[in-house]
C-alpha cells in the first residue's frame, strides 16, 4: 500500500506544489544557463534576435507558473487571504505567510520583465543593430557616434534590470525552497 501511494504522490495537491516549483526554479536555472551558453555560441545579433523571440516565452512560463504555484500556496493556507475581519498573516510569526511573499517576490519580478522590461531591451536591441549597420560599425568599436552610444546606454540600462529582476525572482524561488525544506 505505502509503494502505490508513493507512486500516487505526484498527483495530489501537495505533489503537484512542488513540481510547479521546482518547474518554475528549473525553468530560471535553465534560462539563465542556455542564455550564457547561446550567447557564446551565436553571432551576437542572432543571439539577440533568438532572446528577443524566447524571452516572451520563458517570462509568460514562468509568470503562469509562478502564479499557480502561489494559488496552490492560498489553496492551502486559506488564512493568508485577509477579508475586512481577518488581518493579513504575511509576517515572520507565520511561515505560510514567508512563502507567501516569497512566491510574490519572485512573481512580481517575472511579470515586470514580461510586460515592460523585456520588450523595451529588445526594442532598443532593435534600435542598436539598425543603428551598427547605418554607421557600418559594431557597438563595441571605437569613435562610434552619439546616437550609438546612447543606444548602448540604454540598452545596458534595461538589460541590467531585466538581469537583476531575474536574479531577484530566482532568489525568491530558491529560498522558498529553503523555507519549505526547514
Not at 536555472?29 to 551558453?37: A, L, P
Not at 543571439?47 to 509568460?60: A, D, I, V
Not at 505567510?97 to 515586470?112: E, F, K, M, N, R
Amino acid at each position: 500500500m505505502a509503494i502505490f501511494q508513493s507512486a500516487l504522490a505526484p498527483f495530489t495537491v501537495k505533489g503537484f506544489y512542488l513540481i510547479t516549483w521546482g518547474t518554475a526554479l528549473g525553468t530560471n536555472v535553465w534560462n539563465t544557463v542556455s542564455g550564457y551558453r547561446t550567447y557564446k555560441t551565436l553571432p551576437r545579433q542572432t543571439f539577440g534576435t533568438l532572446q528577443s523571440r524566447l524571452q516572451p516565452l520563458y517570462f509568460t512560463f514562468s509568470s503562469i507558473a509562478t502564479s499557480t504555484l502561489l494559488f496552490t500556496h492560498y489553496w492551502f493556507h486559506p488564512g493568508l487571504i485577509s477579508s475586512p475581519r481577518v488581518p493579513p498573516h504575511h509576517n515572520s510569526d507565520y511561515p505560510e505567510g514567508i512563502q507567501a511573499l516569497l512566491i510574490i517576490g519572485s512573481l512580481i519580478p517575472q511579470l515586470l520583465n514580461l510586460i515592460v522590461v523585456s520588450p523595451l531591451a529588445s526594442d532598443v536591441m532593435f534600435e542598436r543593430h539598425r543603428q551598427e549597420r547605418v554607421e557600418g560599425k559594431e557597438y563595441d568599436e571605437p569613435n562610434v557616434s552619439e546616437t550609438l552610444q546612447k543606444l548602448n546606454k540604454k540598452f545596458s540600462l534595461y538589460h541590467g534590470i531585466a538581469s537583476a529582476l531575474n536574479t531577484v525572482s530566482f532568489l525568491a524561488l530558491a529560498g522558498l525552497g529553503l523555507h519549505v525544506s526547514m
